[in-house]
C-alpha cells in the first residue's frame, strides 16, 4: 500500500540555522512527491514537487528537497531557517491505486518551530 | 486569478442538521478532491471526481455527500449520519500533464454546536 511516513511530530530551529523535515515513502510506481505548508486556519499552500529528472529540486521560500529513490526518502530543507517559516509541513505522494490513481497520500505533518 | 474558493470559511452545525461546503475552481481543472484535516492525523481524503457527473469515495465518506454537476463546482454535504463532524474541510483540485499538480483552497472549518 502507498504510504508517507514523517518522523517527526515537530522540529525545533534557531533561527539561521539549517533545517531538515524527514520524508519517507512507499509507492508501487514511479513517485510523485510533494511539500505543501500550512498557516493557522489556512489552506496548503505548494512549495516543491519532485516528478522526474534532477534529484534536487529547488522550490518556493528558498526550500529544497532531494529525492533518494534507494532510501525513498524525500526530506525538505533550507539552509538558513526563518522565524516566518514556522509552520505545519505535508509532505505528499500520489496515490496509484486502481481508480483512485491521482489522489494525494499525506503525512501526518511536522510542525516546524523556528526560534529567535 | 485563477483559483479555488471555499465558502464559507467559518460553519457551525446544530446536532441532526446537514450542511452544504462549496468549492469552486476557475482552472478549468477535471479532477477535485475534498479532504478532511484533524489535529496530528494529516489529511484524510473523502470523496474525489475524476470527470463531471462522477465521483468516487475516499477512506473516509461515511456520513458524507457530493455533486459534481459543473466542472467548476464540487459542493461537500455533511450528513446527519456524520458523528464526529468537527474538522478543517480542504478542496482541491488537480491538473496533468508538464504542470502536474494539486491547488487547494482556504479551507473550511466546521464545528458543530
Known amino acids: 500500500a502507498q504510504s508517507v511516513a514523517q518522523p517527526e511530530d515537530q522540529v525545533n530551529v534557531a533561527e539561521g540555522n539549517p533545517l531538515t523535515v524527514k520524508c519517507t515513502y512507499s509507492v508501487s510506481g514511479n513517485p510523485y512527491l510533494f511539500w505543501y505548508v500550512q498557516y493557522p486556519n489556512r489552506g496548503l499552500q505548494f512549495l516543491l514537487k519532485?516528478?522526474?529528472?534532477?534529484?534536487l529540486v529547488k522550490g518556493s521560500y528558498g526550500f529544497e528537497a532531494e529525492f533518494n529513490k534507494s532510501q525513498t526518502s524525500f526530506h525538505l530543507k533550507k539552509p538558513s531557517a526563518l522565524v516566518s517559516d514556522s509552520a505545519l509541513y505535508f509532505c505528499a505522494v500520489r496515490d496509484y491505486k486502481g481508480g483512485s490513481q491521482g489522489n494525494l497520500i499525506f503525512g501526518k505533518g511536522t510542525k516546524l518551530s523556528v526560534k529567535p | 486569478d485563477g483559483g479555488i474558493t471555499q465558502s464559507p470559511k467559518y460553519l457551525f452545525r446544530k446536532e441532526g442538521q446537514n450542511v452544504t461546503l462549496s468549492c469552486e475552481q476557475n482552472?478549468?481543472?477535471?479532477?477535485m478532491y475534498w479532504y478532511r484535516q484533524d489535529p496530528g492525523q494529516g489529511l484524510r481524503l473523502i470523496y474525489y471526481s475524476q470527470i463531471v457527473n462522477d465521483f468516487q469515495k475516499g477512506d473516509i465518506a461515511e456520513g458524507y455527500s457530493v455533486s459534481r454537476e459543473k466542472k467548476e463546482s464540487f459542493p461537500l454535504t455533511v450528513t446527519s449520519a456524520q458523528k464526529n463532524p468537527t474538522a478543517f474541510y480542504l478542496c482541491?483540485?488537480?491538473?496533468?500533464?508538464?504542470?502536474?499538480?494539486?491547488?487547494f483552497g482556504s479551507g473550511t472549518r466546521l464545528t458543530v454546536v
Open positions: 519532485y516528478i522526474t529528472g534532477d534529484n
Open positions: 482552472l478549468n481543472h477535471d479532477a
Open positions: 482541491a483540485s488537480r491538473t496533468g500533464g508538464v504542470n502536474y499538480g494539486y491547488t
